[in-house]
């Protein structure tokens, strides 16, 4: 199978504190891979080692290699800023850019990326991406509003429409869900599966109802420990590992 | 909102329909088989009966997965839960056809005992009541269900009829005591047909109102 | 039973209004300011005061046009050079200010906040004046942005340091680069606290008297260059309140209204900023 990311040996600390221990793992393209365990297990951890988000945290240092395209992001003197045009994040508590309008805030990437754009450009692809992110039939009249005065489900969803806008390959999500609604989290996760046609998409949850019913594959972690990772069906219905199937079945955790 | 996993249940809707429709097939030309006297229709029959055991495992694995990734509630949850059934009640309709053709294999060999009446009848009834009970789970129709069990007297008393008439035949020729019994079983398995498109009208009933008839004698 | 009810509620009652007597004696100079002024300036607010040179002694009318225009030109100076310096130096504190490098610079900023405001003025002199043997525009404005720059300094660093986290990640996650999440993200994100900042140190320069004294010195006509002495509304009070006239006293409290009403104005703006375009 075609492989998206591949990791090897990732170990990662704060300061002296090790949180992620020799994982090795393979993101497979067009696919939903989630990654779930118990609070503190290193999941977030693990997701923004992916796009280098850490680079400007004082004392974080990895170890171990993450291809992507064929390359270590981490020695083959990869551009970070590069990096994650083509590895989008989309965060948990919804970022939509203040004092911003909609159509601004969808824009936005690609207005600071360099390659110079008209202004009718720019509104095609303003109008795709928040089609992709399902919201173009809601938003289309109201894109000069303000992307703070969304509802918060609306909010994520145009945080996913803005990454969508610089065309990434791979999108990762860092609980997308847990700060909205159940109705809200629906929605994301409907979309989730539509947008894995086209992307790869890493999803980070604590919800494991939420990572069966969106993945693929569930990459389970526990003390900074991949444990196991498998497609979804098998882990939930016969996980390999003792540790997965306390987890899942509420035994600890 | 939600179409994925509409998606998979229609799938699964699905899978259950075309296994029913086999089955029916089953039955019908294991019948057909041995009205007509055509022992070439019965590989047809053993061959369906592969299709059937693999769907037999892929819809109780689509269904254990449902279960696993989207935990089904309220009448998603009774959807599934009668699909697995229905599932069991099919793949027994298909065993209970192989049994017909397993003795269609020795009556096809040996004269027949009389030309068949009730039992070709059986076979429509129990056909019908299997393809009414499959209709009434797609299209949640309670009623029809309802309709269905009541059918299967009619069956049960086939079976008893045929059995009295071939009692008959063994007593007064003790050469035709072989053959009548295979008969008597046939009706047998034809009977059992129908009380599993019985059961599947219950899951149904289940299924659309969240109301458990079985083992219940009154019936509205 | 009840009696303990009664006593708490009155000593409820006792403290609540204890605390809205403080807050009110605290807002009643502002008021007391404000109609004293009316009642004295009054009399010689007339047009002429902002359109007329001032007169010699003796002489009615004239008024303090060349002091208005003389302290937004100060005041505009201080602030072409403090803003962009202000602003930035906060916009190093908040993003990069990590090492001890920008201890030693918020601690120092911290410190020019805190001088008083005659020694900045005597600075200006020592700086400006002594060399060029002349007092002058330029002097005046170096000194009142000393008063400038460590307010804005400070009011942008806060002002940066409440944007979240999770603003910059964005930017960043975008594969925006550094500088320009900072410039066009971050620092838009809270524009309009930096403005009210601006603004508020803006109002605080314009009223300042003491380090003029020494820089500007004043002038009774219109201003001939950025080199030369020039007039100040606060010098102009200051020199009027000070003579031995009468009609002079009330040019003085005319100019003070001037010069208040110009401070509540920028203040309210300053006020208006911060609330509307959060």
């Known amino acids: 199978m075609d492989n998206a990311l591949q990791v090897k040996d990732l170990c990662a600390w704060f300061g002296e504190h090790q949180v992620l221990k020799n994982i090795t793992m393979d993101i497979r393209r067009n696919s939903v891979t989630s ?134 390959e791979i999108l990762l999500m860092d609980e997308p ?77 | 909102m939600k179409r994925h996993y509409s998606k998979e249940l229609g799938a699964l809707r699905e899978m259950v329909l075309r296994m029913g429709g086999l089955v029916e097939r089953m039955t019908h030309r294991a019948v057909q088989a041995l009205v007509e006297r055509k022992i070439e229709m019965l590989a047809e029959v053993k061959a369906m009966e592969t299709q059937v055991n693999r769907l037999h495992v892929d819809i109780d694995e689509a269904c254990i997965q449902i279960i696993a990734l989207r935990q089904p ?28 053709t397993e003795s269609a294999d020795f009556l096809l060999t040996v004269p027949p005992v009389k030309p068949l009446i009730d039992i070709p009848r059986m076979a429509d009834i129990a056909k019908e009541m299997l393809r009414d ?46 053959r009548s019994l295979a008969l008597v079983l046939v009706s047998r398995h034809l009977e059992r047909i129908a009380d599993h498109a019985t059961n599947i009208c219950e899951d149904v009933i289940f299924m659309t109102k969240g109301k458990d008839i079985r083992h219940q004698d009154l019936l509205p | 039973m009840h009696a303990i009810a009664f006593r708490r509620r009155a000593a409820d009652r006792a403290t609540k209004v204890l605390f809205a007597l403080c807050a009110f004696a605290v807002v009643l100079p502002l008021f007391l300011i404000l109609f004293d002024l009316l009642w004295k300036g009054a009399r010689e607010l007339k047009w002429t005061l902002v359109t007329d040179l001032p007169h010699p002694v ?64 005597i600075f200006g002199y020592v700086l400006w004046v002594l060399p060029m043997k002349r007092f002058s525009a330029w002097a005046a404005a170096s000194a009142l942005a000393m008063i400038f720059i460590p307010t804005v300094v400070r009011t942008t660093e806060e002002m940066l ?11 960043l996650a975008l594969g925006i680069e550094r500088w320009k999440t900072t410039l066009f993200i971050t620092v838009r994100t809270a524009s309009a606290g930096i403005l009210t900042g601006i603004l508020l140190a803006m109002a605080r320069i314009i009223g300042e008297t003491a380090p003029l004294l020494f820089t500007a010195l004043g002038n009774q006509f219109w201003q001939t260059g950025l080199d030369q002495p020039i007039a100040a509304i606060p ?26 009403g110009m401070v509540l104005v920028i203040s309210t703006a300053a006020r208006y900023i911060a609330r509307v375009k959060k």
């Not at chain 1, 680079?55 to 970070?80: A, H, M």
């Not at chain 1, 509104?123 to 969304?150: F, N, Q």
């Not at chain 2, 509630?73 to 017909?100: H, P, S, V, W, Y």
């Not at chain 3, 944007?163 to 964005?170: A, L, M, Q, T, Y």
């Open chain 3, 161 to 171: 340091k409440t944007v979240p986290v999770s603003v910059r990640e964005g930017a």
């Open chain 2, 133 to 178: 009970s499959l209709d009434a789970f797609v299209n949640g129709n309670e009623l029809l269900a309802y309709e269905t069990i009541r059918k299967d007297d009619q069956v049960d008393q086939l079976k008893d009829q045929v059995f009295r008439e071939l009692l008959t035949y063994m007593m007064s020729d003790a050469g035709t005591i072989e």
């Open chain 3, 58 to 121: 003796g002489e009615p009318g004239g008024g303090i046009a060349n002091g208005i225009l003389g302290t937004l030109t100060i005041a505009g100076l201080a602030m072409a050079g403090g803003i962009p310096l202000g602003v930035m130096s906060g916009i190093y504190l908040a993003e990069y200010g990590r090492g001890k490098f920008a201890s030693a610079v918020r601690f120092s900023v911290d410190m020019l906040a805190g001088v008083p405001s005659i020694i900045l003025g």
């Open chain 2, 73 to 100: 509630t309220a009448a998603d949850l009774r959807f599934i839960t009668a699909a697995m059934k229905i599932n069991t009640d099919l793949e027994r309709i298909g065993d209970q056809a192989i049994n017909i």
């Open chain 3, 235 to 260: 010098l102009q009070v200051f020199n009027y309140a000070i003579s031995p006239y009468d009609d002079w006293h009330d040019k003085a409290w005319a100019g003070a209204l001037v010069l208040i």
């Open chain 1, 35 to 168: 990654v779930m365990g118990p609070s503190g297990c290193g999941k977030s951890t693990f997701i923004r080692c992916l796009n280098r988000m850490h680079d400007l945290t004082p004392g974080f240092r990895v170890s171990g290699e993450v291809f992507f395209d064929g390359r270590n992001i981490y020695t083959d003197r990869i551009d970070p800023v590069l990096l994650r045009r083509k590895v989008g994040m989309v965060f948990q508590q919804p970022n939509p850019f203040p004092r911003m309008s909609v159509f601004e805030n969808v824009a936005v990437g690609l207005k600071f990326n360099g390659k110079k754009r008209s202004r009718s450009e720019m509104a095609d692809v303003v109008e795709k991406s928040l089609r992709m992110a399902a919201l173009w039939d809601e938003l289309s009249d109201h894109l000069d509003r303000p992307g703070t005065s969304l509802s918060g489900g609306q909010q994520q969803r145009l945080c996913i429409a803005r990454a969508l806008a610089v065309e990434p």
């Open chain 1, 177 to 253: 869900c847990s700060a909205l609604d159940p109705t809200s989290s629906a929605r994301i996760e409907d979309l989730i599966e539509d947008l894995s046609d086209k992307y790869t998409i890493v999803v980070v949850t604590h919800n494991m109802q939420q990572a069966g019913r969106i993945s693929d594959s569930v990459a389970f972690f526990l003390l900074g420990e991949l444990i196991e990772m498998d497609t979804a069906a098998k882990i939930f219905t016969n996980p390999a590992d003792k540790r997965t199937e306390e987890y899942i079945t509420g035994r600890f955790g």
